[in-house]
């Protein structure tokens, strides 16, 4: 069995092609490596994966029409587990062409080689972001999405109903997972809980918007992994109007405020911090909590790891990486 991970060298993309390969997996890995963060980071998640016998890598962007092409039709997956994409909602706001290029285009040229080449299964990621500013919580699959608040949210929004068509015309099976605030070992450098960490370990202030008013449903990589494994081996049966497409919200079911999670960071690192309570930032949330009922249901697992469990991992890894 071989499966492709795109974003293999990203953070959640790291970890599934780890699992995959723990599993005895064949992983066909693709990532563009580009600069929105420290390009080192992705090199040192890489280096890992490159030490496994079953595990190869090719450099490449999913814009790559031809290259895209090319490799669907020169290898056999037997799953496709798509992670790469430009992420960051802030990032989004300053630089919408390179979301555009990367979520939109680059998703076209994975569901055609999906297509083309009869793929059994096709999982990706979509974001808790499309539910913008929803004020009935938890969300829900079954709610109404369709007023994104920062273009990197349409964009994700986007990839849900372009799954959706390619899966009904072509009958691919798909499934969409709404991923909510992943965090944990080897992650992704501008999100808060990195930022934080990074600021209190030095003791430099920290800035926090909404006036610390913010929760997030923060869900453990390990559990996101497991979610994203499970989900890969059932392929979605054909739904009322005979479409192979599933989505799934994928998260703890436990929002905690930014102001929680910093006490827990504090603690952990045993330092105090100088805070800037701030206003909302544009294209930003209130809240985000998972409804995962029909996920515990369907797929038979449910995120459990606490947030304090998390951040003690996470922190631990850090340590170890930054100061070794």
């Keep these: 069995m071989q499966v492709l991970v795109t974003g293999a060298a990203g953070f959640i993309g790291y970890h599934v092609a780890q699992r995959l390969l723990q599993e005895g997996i064949k992983v066909y890995g693709i990532d563009n490596l580009n600069s929105y963060y420290a390009v080192t980071l992705k090199q040192s998640r890489l280096a890992q994966l490159q030490a496994a016998q079953n595990f190869r890598f090719r450099p490449l962007d999913l814009n790559d029409s031809q290259g895209m092409a090319e490799l669907f039709q020169k290898e056999c997956f037997d799953g496709v587990i798509h992670l790469a994409a430009q992420s960051g909602v802030r990032y989004s706001l300053a630089n919408p062409l390179a979301v555009v290029d990367s979520n939109l285009i680059g998703f076209i040229h994975i569901l055609e080689g999906c297509r083309h080449n009869q793929i059994p299964h096709l999982v990706f ?54 991923l909510f605030t ?64 599933k989505l799934y919200n994928i998260g703890n079911n436990q929002p905690v405020t930014i102001l929680r999670m910093i006490e827990i960071i504090e603690a952990e690192i045993g330092k105090t911090v100088k805070k800037n309570l701030l206003p909302m930032q544009p294209g930003d949330v209130p809240v985000t909590y998972a409804d995962v009922d029909s996920f515990i249901k369907e797929v038979g697992f449910q995120p459990r790891t606490s947030i304090e469990e998390g951040i003690h991992r996470f922190l631990t890894w850090y340590l170890d990486y930054y100061q070794a």
């Design 182 to 245: 992943v965090y944990g070992p080897w992650g992704r450098p501008d999100m808060a809980y990195f930022k934080f960490v990074d600021a209190i370990s030095k003791s430099h202030p920290i800035d926090i918007y909404n006036y610390g008013e913010i929760q997030r449903d923060f869900t453990y990589i390990d559990d996101v992994v497991e979610g994203m494994i499970r989900v890969l081996r059932q392929p979605p049966d054909k739904d009322l109007l005979a479409v192979p497409y």
């Design 125 to 178: 990621a979509s974001s808790s972001s499309v539910y913008g500013t929803n004020t009935k919580v938890p969300f829900s699959i079954e709610d109404h999405v369709d007023h994104p608040i920062s273009l990197y949210a349409a964009t994700k929004r986007s990839n849900e109903l372009m799954a959706y068509s390619y899966s009904h015309l072509y009958q691919l099976p798909i499934t969409g997972l709404r």
